[in-house]
């Protein structure tokens, strides 16, 4: 079936570095956009970053413009988010998500996976 | 500036009905949505893709307890005979070319 694996979070000080990773499996990954989307403790959801089925478009929420870059290896089913000068308020669950529908680079999320936590802590 | 809006809260009897309301920021009436679910401790889980004419498709796995409606910048989503586990936040999400944005949320709580 489709799925979703992150990994990579952890607890890291703040201006650090840290990737994160997300396996996919049981669709063709290079036919979907792709998307992070983070909750910080408590809060609500909060889109970061997209991109688009091929690697060509990539968008990313204000706040993190410049601090963060999401890529994708679509040799590997496996869409990457490479984070630089972390911040307290960087502290968050952070899920990757699936577009709906193939070749469209702004869609609903179909799919979601379980999440990987980043604290940003000195 | 694509906003949506939600009400924090709602509760329901076990069995019943409840009707959950994202509004569409002025200028964007137009504009498709989805709906999602977050029960406790939980990642999200995509229920629906809702069109501003009122049609939508649920997602895999997902009963038709849950329906979509629309009505101008209003997008409904409709839970029919209330489980234990429906208790969860149920957040919308539009998007415009380059931007994605999420609602606050809606608490469910299940009587």
């Known amino acids: 079936q489709v799925q979703l694996v992150e990994s990579g979070g952890g607890e890291v000080q703040p201006g650090r570095s840290l990737r994160l990773s997300c396996a996919a499996s049981?669709?063709?990954?290079?036919?979907?956009?792709m998307h992070w989307v983070r909750q910080a403790p408590g809060k609500g959801l909060e889109w970061v970053a997209l991109?688009?089925?091929?690697?060509?478009?990539?968008y990313y929420e204000d706040s993190v413009k410049g601090r963060i870059t999401i890529s994708r290896d679509n040799s590997k089913n496996t869409l990457y988010l490479q984070m630089s000068s972390l911040r307290p308020d960087d502290t968050a669950v952070y899920y990757c998500?699936?577009?709906?529908?193939?070749?469209?680079?702004?869609?609903?999320?179909?799919?979601w996976g379980q999440g990987t936590m980043v604290t940003v802590s000195p | 500036q694509l906003v949506l809006t939600q009400s924090p809260s709602v509760s329901a009897s076990l069995g019943a009905s409840v009707k959950l309301t994202c509004t569409l920021s002025s200028g964007h009436s137009s504009y498709a949505i989805a709906w999602h679910r977050q029960q406790p401790e939980k990642g999200p889980r995509y229920l629906m893709k809702l069109n501003s004419d009122g049609t939508y498709i649920n997602g895999d796995g997902i009963p038709d307890r849950f329906s979509g409606s629309s009505s101008g910048a209003e997008r409904y989503l409709t839970i029919s005979s209330l489980q234990s586990d429906d208790e969860a936040d149920y957040y919308c999400?539009?998007?415009?070319?380059?931007?994605?944005?999420f609602g606050s949320g809606t608490r469910v709580t299940v009587l």
């Open positions: 999400q539009s998007w415009v070319t380059g931007l994605h944005v």
């Open positions: 049981g669709f063709t990954f290079s036919f979907y956009g």
């Open positions: 991109i688009s089925y091929d690697g060509n478009t990539k």
């Open positions: 998500a699936k577009g709906v529908a193939p070749r469209v680079i702004h869609d609903a999320f179909g799919v």
